[in-house]
DNA sequence: GTCTATATAGGGATAGAC
DNA sequence: GTCTATCCCTATATAGAC
């Protein structure tokens, strides 16, 4: 899967698409443009997907699952709460960092920017909850800090995202390749220090009670 | 300024290209649906601005000149840099928290959602470039722990603005009013005491170097 | 300054040859 | 399965009356 000689022209198709999606957004797209980056002609997209939105579809659901399949595998997996924390992130930022086009493309979803009638499935928010119950649950069992949950979690997503999405837009200048594989492990240590230190029960001035 | 019982045409219609804009993106806006909100006809709107470009960059830049004094007033008053960071904070959320959909028209040109020849401005290269120094400012008089300054602050700025953006989306299931005023102090403290455990020096264990 | 009517372009989608 | 040609609608923008 990971190493694929042969592709097909849908998945040509489905490639470009996650380009155009990613740097144009779903109005800003054209199906010109992914046709000239496939390198066939516009009508001939429609020989693979029947509309413009039902290839976007298979763009971000296939994406969204892969996602979920990823996540769910961590969080099911044998270890400490913290460790599962740990191993979460270090999941999410690779995700994000090797797939920053798709990523965008949740980031404009879940701004809005969708096709006209589309209103986004309630998977993401499932998925949302099971996180946030890892770090309930080690709340409850008193491993963790009481902070704010869902925030902590929202937060983390947002600044993960943001960093290999906007960033590298805003960033360049100083930062270099930001998605080389050293940037990327130092973001993971980054993010997983910052977490740990808002997780530590101790120095008791956690005041930010759940509710 | 802020209280503006008479508003003109031109300043109801300047916000509800804000509203349009902040929740359909460029591409996705309809200059029909901006003329439905004001309750005038499609054809006035060029009355007041000569294109949908020009209508989309004068709420944009209005907007970015507005944070941008904001956050270079906070930058050059008294204090501290741990003040300072502060109150960048807080002030950064309220930006944020009290117009999310101007947030949103940036966040989505930081992904390059906006007029077809458009191309961000250094602008807000600048604006970042600043904070970032007032972290490394402080990092070099040993105030603050040595851990990746632009990293911080991207991470911050993305964390915020996903919270009232896109978790809006999300999150609502749990989160209740998630700009209520008792919110939106709660993510403040929340930030600030994130990051101040990221620039708190002591603890040996920060061994993210700059460079 | 706001309207109605219309011009013009562009993009999604279809038909049908090869 | 890919092409050329074309349909058709929508959206920006303009013209000109009131």
């Known amino acids: 899967m990971a190493f694929t000689p042969e592709r097909g022209t849908r998945d040509r198709i489905l490639e470009a698409a996650e380009a155009s999606l990613g740097q144009c957004g779903y109005h800003g797209t054209r199906l010109q443009q992914i046709a000239e980056r496939v390198g066939i002609q516009k009508a001939s997209l429609f020989h693979y997907f029947p509309s413009k939105e039902h290839l976007y579809h298979a763009v971000v659901d296939e994406w969204f699952d892969e996602t979920e399949r990823t996540i769910r595998r961590v969080l099911e997996a044998e270890g400490s709460p913290l460790q599962k924390v740990r191993r979460l992130i270090e ?38 909850a099971a996180i946030v119950t890892l ?55 980054h993010v997983i220090q910052l977490v740990e230190r808002c997780l530590t029960p101790e120095r008791g001035d956690l005041n930010l009670a759940v509710a």
Chains 1, 2 share one sequence.
């Open 135 to 189: 770090i309930t649950d080690g709340q409850q069992a008193r491993a963790f800090a009481a902070i704010d949950a869902v925030a902590l979690v929202l937060g983390v997503m947002g600044m993960v995202t943001f960093f290999f999405t906007s960033a590298t837009v805003l960033g360049p200048p100083w930062c270099g390749d930001i998605r080389g594989a050293s940037h990327v492990e130092r973001v993971k240590r």
């Open 91 to 128: 999941t999410y930022v690779d995700l994000v960092a090797t797939h920053p086009d798709l990523t965008k493309i949740l980031l404009r979803q879940s701004l809005g920017d969708a096709p006209d009638g589309y209103q986004p499935k309630p998977d993401s928010q499932r998925l949302l």
